[in-house]
């Protein structure tokens, strides 16, 4: 989807390792989301961010950092990734009527 | 507890059989309700928002509809480029921007 950049687009860890998944756009809002997806559940928010150098929890947070560094970047860290975390991630902006989905990020920890 | 609970799982249909998917809700009160498709391997893709009971929007072969405790989307005359999960969302008047509350979508099948 034009204007939300998720990458990368696959992640393959082992149980233990740290990553962070990256999510910049290009549509000047301020506010942006981290959603998980997984089989028969639904999406989840994980964490989110009203603006710039501001962040607050969602439903999910256990296991995830975020940092919100500037208005384009939302970045989603597993300092310690474990199995419970293999999903799709979603990151998301408010375009004030309505949230705007990037591509995902597949990520499986084995 | 504030919940979306979306049926059928799962809808076989074939092209040109027109069809309802159901959006049941619970929430303390509603600040709009968002349809959205999602191709495999894609992100949510937007298609309404509805934000009072009676209100009704259209796109192509799409209709939704909303009560005050349900949303349905109408699919009137599907083809198979329809085939898609659709998933449901609310948004809670407490919830600032795109905070949203999502059932565990529908996927829809159509068949030539």
């Known amino acids: 989807n034009a204007g939300v950049t998720q990458t990368p687009k696959f992640q393959v860890l082992k149980t233990g390792q740290s990553m962070t998944l990256q999510c910049a756009q290009d549509?000047?809002?301020?506010?942006m989301y981290w959603y998980r997806q997984d089989p028969g559940m639904g999406l989840r928010l994980i964490y989110y961010?009203?603006?710039?150098?501001?962040?607050d929890k969602g439903e999910v947070p256990n296991g995830y950092n975020v940092s919100r560094l500037n208005k384009r970047e939302f970045s989603l860290r597993l300092e310690s990734a474990a199995p419970s975390q293999t999903s799709v991630y979603f990151c998301?902006?408010?375009?004030?009527?309505?949230?705007?989905f990037g591509q995902g990020t597949r990520l499986t920890v084995v | 507890e504030d919940q979306v609970t979306q049926s059928p799982e799962a809808l076989r249909l074939q092209e040109g059989e027109s069809s309802s998917l159901n959006c049941s809700y619970t929430?303390?009160?509603?600040?709009?309700l968002f349809w959205y498709r999602q191709d495999p391997g894609k992100g949510p893709e937007f298609l309404f928002t509805?934000?009072?009971a009676g209100e009704e929007k259209e796109k192509e072969r799409l209709k939704a509809t909303l009560t005050k405790k349900e949303s349905f989307l109408h699919i009137t005359a599907p083809k198979p480029e329809d085939s898609a999960t659709y998933l449901c969302?609310?948004?809670?008047?407490?919830?600032?921007?795109?905070?949203?509350?999502f059932g565990q979508g529908t996927e829809l099948s159509v068949k030539p």
């Open positions: 998301a902006i408010d375009r004030g009527t309505e949230a705007f």
């Open positions: 549509m000047n809002h301020n506010s």
């Open positions: 961010s009203a603006s710039e150098g501001t962040t």
């Open positions: 929430v303390s009160g509603l600040r709009g």
């Open positions: 509805l934000y009072s």
């Open positions: 969302a609310v948004q809670a008047t407490y919830n600032q921007g795109g905070k949203l509350i």
